[in-house]
């Protein structure tokens, strides 16, 4: 489940993921079962978001009625509908969840039920998490390969737009020709540029122990 804060701010990010899309808007309402899009009826009632100080720093966070909504939709997409569900992110300036799936009329119907009166977007996903979880899994069982080959692959995670598995190398256009020539021109893989991670340094203040009484 990806959270997508517009000012920057992630309250929580469920998923090793490249990035939250932007949804948009438009959509058709409440015509499940399309093609490129749609929204729950609920999407017409302005909501106004509510809000959390966090450091000094209002930053709007998910009705309790939705997230319960998105949970709902998330655990019937991971089991029931494994091949339609990509993933799911919220949108709290606006008070929508966002849904990313393959066209399924099956899924798009229960999500319209489970949604009852909030605003829940649905857009049209490439791959199901389902089938990214394959490549992803493909990806690092090969690592020692790659490192045998000099390419540095520094991470590895499923888009929750179901766009593709992005991997980040130190160079992005080497891994590109490198894992498309292994694994085929149209592999759902995204190469993105990465540095190493770096450890945390160790602490080295000491504090001192308490005064003897």
Known sequence: MCRRLRIGLALGVVLMIGGCGDPGDGEIVDSPGLTGGWSTAGCGVPRTPGHLTVGGVEVPVTPP???????????????????????????????????????????????????????????????????????????????????????RIVSIGARHDGKGVEVGARDAEEARRELLARYGATAPLIFQPADPVRPLPAPTSRIAPPPSI
């Open 65 to 151: 009625r939705l997230e319960s909504v998105m949970d709902r939709i998330e655990r019937a997409g991971k089991g029931e509908f494994g091949e339609s569900y990509a993933g799911i992110e919220v949108d709290q300036e606006q008070v929508r969840a966002i849904v990313f799936r393959k066209p399924s009329a099956a899924f798009d119907d229960f999500i319209r039920k489970s949604a009852e009166d909030a605003c829940v977007v649905v857009r049209d996903a490439d791959h199901s998490a389902r089938e990214l979880a394959v490549w992803h899994d493909r990806v690092l069982a090969d690592l020692p390969y790659w490192a045998h080959r000099g390419v």
